[in-house]
């Protein structure tokens, strides 16, 4: 009872989480959505500063909302909010659940005054949270930043914006603003893209699976204490007395646990919602869930209860009832454990192989794992530029990094895949197109010369004298070769005065050599599908003299996959201290490099949350395997006593005695790796092998100490 009731528990937090999802996607209440696609990130400063300038108002507000998922089978595991509004919010900004505020106008106020890395819950380190949300556990984490920290972290201004106050007149003078920093029209912005669709994932699936494996645990239990009462039953019906006032005595124990599990479940519940309040909301929702837990203990006691109430006066005295029945009952639980084992395995087979990719990309990034990367920067005396108003910070950044760019330790990469989906997207944007997916790296000659990848030191000369020089692969046709430097001419050249002007913009040259293809550059990517390298990639030899803005007002991104500048321990030390950061009026922005490791360690994280569900999935489907097996042997060995008796005198195998039960064993077993096998799961196949292999083990020895039991207790009578 105390398990159905806690499993009761998760599910109705798990069904609390999947509301507080809808409650995000519909956040803020009353806003109006504005789409923004394929729109090119340096533009994205243009973005922001339309947007600001909106949002000053004090009944307006812009909230974006991105989802986290899960690398190991694409579950949510995060809600990242990012909110531009004035220092006095409007009243729709506040998020409540279960009678709880989760935040409030109050917090978001503090918010946007804040630093710019600040969060509202935990985003991406514990030091940044001004204020706490409350969890509800296995649910989304739900962070608000502000909105242009939300743009930088997740490297695009594409996406979905929700549009609070203003009235109609406002929003149509935002769209107009938005469409020539965004090359979309009105029209196209305020059309809806295609959803997204998440769902909880593997984890109420195997719960649901576990109450009814429980439920089936505690009937076969009940049923049993009710076959062994039925001689006491006999003995009470012939004094007279009641069959349910029998029944009520025996199974009052139960019913009395059954309602302590309910009074447990409910305070297992609030201690799996830490942070929400004690209020009349969240108990009028908590008690029913409770009493719904109880519902599958109640049922098994009311099916035991039957057979006692059922049963003939005769019968009850004599200890007479239908063993066959039983034992085919039991057979029949038997089967529905191994083939719930089976489909368990199946369904966990993706996240197992995930699990294993995720392993071989730990194991890709060990060959960087000391390199540093930039983790955080504050806005300092810089305010304007982490609103998009200004690039003076991303203008000493890039002089900093001009400063350092040929010394010992300090190197510049950062790649890009584009697929087939975002080439369809540019039909329109570019007059040409590439005609195939390809990595784009952008690195320093000393990245890839450190990388095997010797650049030419002609090349490096042109390219530190402003010259864009492209390296494309010759192993392309010449179609194929063509329309990339169409396009990277075309993106190269930029039509507006860069705020950050480099010798590029004296000339713009932009050449292209050809390579041969030889070991693959890293990839810098978290996506496992990237794991074995660019092998064939387009490379912009990068120095800070050929850079146009989306390189140079770039390097101040961060994480794993944005960021740009990286730095050896050595070169970390001495290039990101403050004395040395000083002259470039970057002392005051908190610059912080951390290595790599670190922030691999939390992306493989994920590996061992993978296996630890694997572990107690299986470890508790096999436990009710054997249970069932025990349960079913002995069943066996009672039923057919006498006859096991007289074959085990005339000298008949423990083997051969159970025959029937061993049959059904092996009948079931192979069965089940068919089916695993039919179902091309590996893991299932290797899970009943194994299992198989147990079962027999633990049949033998069964059948050796029971054949010899029931000999000794025939003997004896």
């Known amino acids: 009872m105390i398990v159905i009731g806690a499993l009761m528990s998760v599910l109705f937090i798990l069904d609390q989480g999947n509301i507080l999802l809808q409650e995000v996607e519909a956040y803020p209440s009353g806003s109006t959505q504005i789409y923004l696609y394929n729109v090119p990130e340096e533009r994205a400063a243009g973005v922001l500063a339309v947007i600001g300038e909106f949002s000053e108002d004090a009944t307006s507000a812009v909230v974006r909302v991105d989802h986290e998922l899960a690398d190991a089978d694409g579950t949510l595991t995060g809600m990242r909010i990012g909110v531009a509004t004035a220092s006095e919010a409007p009243p729709s900004l506040a998020l409540s659940l279960l009678g709880t505020t989760l935040f409030g106008v109050g917090q978001i106020e503090d918010l946007v005054s804040a630093d710019p890395a600040a969060s509202i819950g935990l985003d991406a380190n514990a030091a940044d949270v001004i204020h706490d949300v409350p969890e509800l556990m296995f649910a989304p984490r739900i962070a608000v930043v502000q909105l242009a920290r939300l743009v930088e972290t997740s490297g695009t201004i594409n996406g979905t914006y929700r549009v609070v106050g203003g009235g109609e007149k406002r929003l149509t003078q935002l769209s107009s603003a938005l469409e020539p920093v965004t090359g979309l029209s009105s029209e196209d912005m305020l059309t809806p893209l295609r959803g997204q669709n998440t769902d909880s994932g593997l984890t109420a699936g195997l719960l649901g699976g576990f109450v009814i494996a429980a439920a089936l645990l505690l009937l076969l239990v009940l049923v049993f204490e009710a076959v062994r009462a039925f001689r006491v039953l006999g003995v009470h019906l012939l004094f007279g007395r009641s069959r349910w006032g029998f029944a009520f005595s025996l199974f009052r124990p139960v019913v009395v646990a059954v309602v302590v599990a309910a009074g447990l479940s409910m305070v297992l519940t609030l201690a799996m919602a830490p942070g929400y309040e004690l209020n009349l909301t969240m108990l009028s929702a908590v008690g029913p869930a409770a009493a719904v837990g109880a519902f599958p203990a109640l049922g098994c006691v009311a099916i035991a209860a039957v057979a006692l109430i059922a049963i003939k006066p005769v019968d009850a005295i004599l200890g007479r009832f239908s063993k066959r029945l039983l034992l085919g009952v039991l057979a029949g639980f038997y089967v529905v454990a191994v083939a719930g084992f089976t489909l368990t395995f199946v369904y966990l087979d993706g996240p197992l192989k995930e699990a294993g990719t995720l392993a071989d990309v730990r194991e890709s990034w060990s060959a960087v794992a000391d390199q540093q990367i930039l983790y955080h920067t504050s806005a300092g005396q810089d305010q304007a530029s982490f609103t998009g108003q200004s690039s003076e910070y991303q203008r000493d950044f890039y002089d900093w990094y001009s400063a350092i760019a ?240 007289v074959k085990r005198m005339l000298g008949y195998s423990s083997i051969s005695i159970f025959a029937p039960a061993l049959a059904l064993i092996g009948v079931v077993g192979v069965v089940a790796l068919t089916a695993a096998a039919l179902a091309l799961s590996m893991s299932a196949v290797l899970g009943n092998a194994v299992m198989l292999a147990a079962q027999l083990i633990v049949f033998v020895l069964l059948a050796r100490r029971y054949s010899r039991l029931q000999l000794s207790t025939t003997l004896n009578e």
């Open 406 to 645: 040929d010394d010992p330790g300090v190197s510049l990469v950062n790649t890009q895949h584009f697929d087939q989906s975002v080439l369809n997207a540019w039909s329109g944007v570019y007059t040409s197109v590439p005609e195939q997916p390809f990595w784009y790296v952008a690195a320093s000659p000393s990245y890839l010369a450190a990388q095997g990848f010797t650049v030419n030191a002609d090349l490096v000369a042109r390219a530190e004298a402003g010259e864009r020089v492209f390296l494309i692969p010759e192993t392309w046709d010449d179609s194929t070769q063509a329309a990339m430097r169409g396009w990277l001419t075309e993106k190269s050249d930029i039509s507006y005065e860069p705020s950050i002007r480099t010798a590029f913009f004296d000339d713009r040259i932009v050449s292209f050599e050809g390579y041969r293809p030889a070991a693959p550059l890293f990839s810098w990517s978290t996506d496992p599908a990237g794991r074995q390298g660019a092998i064939d990639a387009v490379i912009l030899v990068t120095t800070p003299e050929n850079m146009v803005p989306f390189e140079s007002e770039s390097l101040v991104a961060v994480g794993l996959e944005n960021s740009y500048v990286k730095l050896d321990v050595d070169a970390a030390t001495s290039y990101a201290s403050p004395s040395y950061l000083a002259p470039f009026h970057l002392d005051d922005n908190q610059v912080e490099f951390l290595p790599v490791s670190d922030f691999v360690a939390g992306l493989t994280k994920t590996i061992q949350s993978v296996l630890q569900l694997f572990g107690a999935v299986i470890l508790s489907l096999s436990l009710f395997c054997l249970i069932l097996l025990v349960a079913l042997t002995k069943l066996y060995s009672t039923t057919y006593r006498e006859a096991l008796a």
